[in-house]
């Protein structure tokens, strides 16, 4: 019998936010069972330590079909189950991970677990070839004028890759009508995860929507991982304001799904030079089972 809870992250309402299946003791289940809880859980990510110890954790990632290097919302999940079960108790604490180490801080307030942050990993951006503008649009089911060409259109990552597309206003956002199918295919001819749409709401807010199909994930209802890569893109292209070598903002997104989630992000800037991305908000436990594992 193996225990698991099912956390909604980015979010301190039950039934909001993104929820990520934690398995705090995966030491004695091989890579198939992984992927056979992931399914049974059927969240978006769920994540399982395969190895606990004082200042380091092991985990890895599975969505529903594939295992992923990494994910932010799961992260996050993680860190409050981990904070809760007397674990972590504030102490400098960090994850490995396929795509490199994660460290955390735990915020309470009251002695009582708030907030989770994580660093993630180095920020790394590509370019979108602009022939490919229209269809990205196409694939959302827009016309490519709704495009804001203010913004920037590329692919980024802080440990998985997504293109992030801006639109003119969240209205357009809302009304998407993707075509998952020719999603999936322009995520593999740009080798990323997903397709983040976007759009600003203020000076450092934006909405936004996740598509990752590809990673067998129709729509991501809040994403930790993009939202860090979408803000230190932001940074870098000198579209967030930066004051004593920091860029802050929030992304709201989950809203389309009912289930509205907000991810916040510090970004660490030298010129225009992106230093460390820190992507934080709150979790809460939503339930708690166990999965029968078969044996022959």
Do not use: K
């Not at 705090?24 to 859980?41: C, K, N, P, T, Y």
């Not at 735990?106 to 677990?113: D, H, K, N, Q, R």
Request: net charge negative.
């Amino acid at each position: 019998m193996i225990a698991y809870s099912e956390v909604s992250a980015f979010t301190s309402t039950l039934g909001q936010g993104n929820r990520a299946g934690v398995v705090l003791d995966a030491s004695g289940l091989s890579e198939a069972e992984m992927r056979e809880l992931a399914a049974f859980l059927g969240a978006p990510e769920t994540v399982f330590v395969t190895r606990m110890g004082r200042s380091a954790v092991q985990v890895r990632y599975f969505t529903p079909t594939q295992e992923v290097e990494f994910c932010g919302h799961a992260t996050l999940a993680l860190g409050l189950m981990l904070a809760q079960s007397g674990h972590w108790r504030g102490e400098l604490l960090e994850l490995e991970t396929l795509a490199g180490r994660v460290p955390l801080q735990l915020i309470s307030e009251a002695g009582v677990p708030h907030q989770v942050w994580m660093r993630q990993q180095r920020h790394e951006i590509r370019p979108v070839p602009s022939s490919l503008r229209a269809e990205l649009a196409e694939a959302l089911g827009i016309d490519a004028r709704m495009i804001h060409r203010g913004l920037p259109l590329a692919a980024a990552s802080t440990g998985l890759w997504s293109v992030f597309v801006p639109l003119l206003d969240p209205v357009i956002l809302d009304a998407l009508e993707p075509d998952l199918d020719r999603i999936t295919l322009l995520s593999g001819a740009l080798d990323v995860g997903s397709v983040y749409a976007y759009a600003p709401m203020g000076v450092n807010r934006f909405a936004a929507r996740d598509f990752a199909p590809a990673l067998g994930i129709s729509e991501d209802p809040v994403t930790g991982s993009a939202g860090g890569a979408l803000m230190a893109l932001l940074a870098h292209g000198g579209r967030l304001p930066v004051r004593a070598g920091r860029a802050c903002g929030v992304i709201y997104q989950g809203h389309a799904l009912g289930t509205p989630g907000e991810v916040e992000v510090e970004v660490e800037m030298q010129g225009d030079a992106v230093m460390a991305v820190h992507v934080g908000g709150c979790a809460v436990l939503e339930r708690e089972g166990v999965w029968r594992r078969e044996r022959s």
